[in-house]
């Protein structure tokens, strides 16, 4: 881990998403602030519901209705040529030369999508021809049998059907699909959560191989903070629409600033070590058309004092700063205006 660079491959600002109008919209993302360094592995945790896969529509544009993404930017930097550009404002010419060639998502449930009734190698070649158009055949059937083998499927399997294949198989025929255009980010909305524990681990560390050979930034989205301690660089967890802890993953394993991150923490059993009772956290996430005011996650919070219930917290360094210069919260028990050090969580957790 941490081959990535300091350069920013996608940042994104202020991202806002409402599904539906007025008063009745639900407020899915609210101001989300991210930025995605290339060649990094970043986590995005979150209970069901807080807006990760939201996240992940809306920042490549392939958010559906009635998803609307009502302000913000997400800045593509290619780190192989002098491309910059805004997603949410490129045109649909820009953004299909994009899409698979600088950013490739595997979506939940992806292994589901292989079209049934062509065969494994017909679907990979045709996904190169797209944008592949001066290759020729041999060139691009040399090419999917690479991406097989890559992916720990013998090339001969480009013979296959789908149903021929297991889950396992056909979710890495996804992850080679994905990785046809050599992108420079890959995005995962939980790769391998209709797989057995094995095989998901399996690929998750041959993904982990290929992303250290090839070089792309991953963006991993899981509910298992467990998994992501091991295997990401940085982890963001959402609550309620939001980023409210942004840290890389030794710190966030060491000492998680934000009472919620501390909560999906202890919710997950540990990988290694001693069984343990899981604390986890009381009461359920917020109504997103009815949010409460001040800080989302007051309510199921056991350290919420009364600032908490009036004032928003903003994702921002927390009051040890410089000791931590990657970490953001969005926790007022953080910040060094408002509340006293010594009784902080902080204190707890060092
Ligand atoms: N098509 C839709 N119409 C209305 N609301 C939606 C739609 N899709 C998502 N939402 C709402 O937006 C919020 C964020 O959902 P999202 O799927 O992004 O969360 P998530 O963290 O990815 O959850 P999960 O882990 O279950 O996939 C949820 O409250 C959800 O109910």
Request: overall charge negative; glycine content about 10%.
């Given at each position: 881990m941490n081959v990535h660079s300091n350069q920013p491959v996608l940042e994104i600002r202020n991202l806002s998403v409402d599904y539906?109008?007025?008063?009745t919209a639900i407020r899915a993302l609210r101001g989300v602030d991210l930025t995605l360094h290339a060649g990094e592995v970043l986590g995005l945790a979150g209970e069901s519901g807080c807006g990760?896969?939201?996240?992940?529509?809306?920042?490549?544009?392939?958010?559906?209705?009635?998803?609307?993404?009502?302000?913000?930017?997400?800045?593509?930097?290619s780190t192989r040529d002098d491309r910059r550009f805004d997603l949410l404002r490129a045109d649909d010419r820009l953004l299909r030369a994009s899409r698979w060639e600088d950013t490739a998502i595997v979506f939940q449930g992806a292994m589901n999508s292989l079209n049934p009734v062509y065969r494994i190698g017909r679907q990979?070649?045709?996904a190169i021809a797209a944008h592949r158009p001066r290759q020729s055949a041999a060139e691009r059937t040399a090419r999917a049998h690479e991406l097989l083998e890559l992916v720990g499927i013998p090339g001969d399997r480009l013979r296959s059907y789908p149903h021929q294949l297991s889950g396992g198989m056909r979710q890495r025929v996804m992850i080679a699909m994905a990785?046809?255009?050599?992108?420079?980010?890959?995005?995962?909305?939980?790769p391998t959560t209709a797989l057995d524990v094995v095989v998901q681990r399996q690929i998750i560390q041959q993904l982990m191989r290929?992303?250290?050979e090839l070089?792309?930034?991953?963006?991993?989205?899981?509910?298992?903070?467990?998994?992501?301690?091991?295997?990401?660089?940085?982890?963001a967890v959402m609550y309620a629409g939001q980023i409210i802890e942004d840290a890389t993953a030794v710190e966030m394993y060491r000492a998680p600033r934000h009472p919620y991150t501390d909560g999906l923490l202890h919710s997950f059993p540990p990988l290694h070590g001693p069984r343990?009772?899981?604390?986890?956290?009381?009461g359920s996430p917020p109504d997103l058309m009815a949010l409460p005011?001040?800080?989302a996650f007051a309510p199921r919070c056991r350290f919420a004092f009364d600032r908490c219930r009036t004032d928003q917290p903003v994702l921002t360094k927390t009051a040890l700063g410089d000791e931590e210069p990657h970490r953001r919260v969005a926790c007022l028990q953080h910040d060094r205006d408002v509340t006293a050090i010594p009784d902080s969580l902080m204190v707890r957790h060092s």
């Open positions: 539906g109008y007025d008063d990760k896969s939201t996240l992940a529509y809306a920042a490549t544009r392939l958010l559906p209705p009635p998803g609307l993404i009502t302000g913000g930017e997400v800045v593509f930097t990979l070649t045709d990785l046809a255009l050599e992108p420079q980010i890959v995005i995962m909305d939980e290929l992303r250290t070089g792309f930034a991953v963006v991993f989205i899981t509910h298992d903070v467990s998994l992501l301690i091991e295997l990401a660089d940085r982890i343990q009772e899981l604390g986890g956290i009381p005011s001040g800080c």
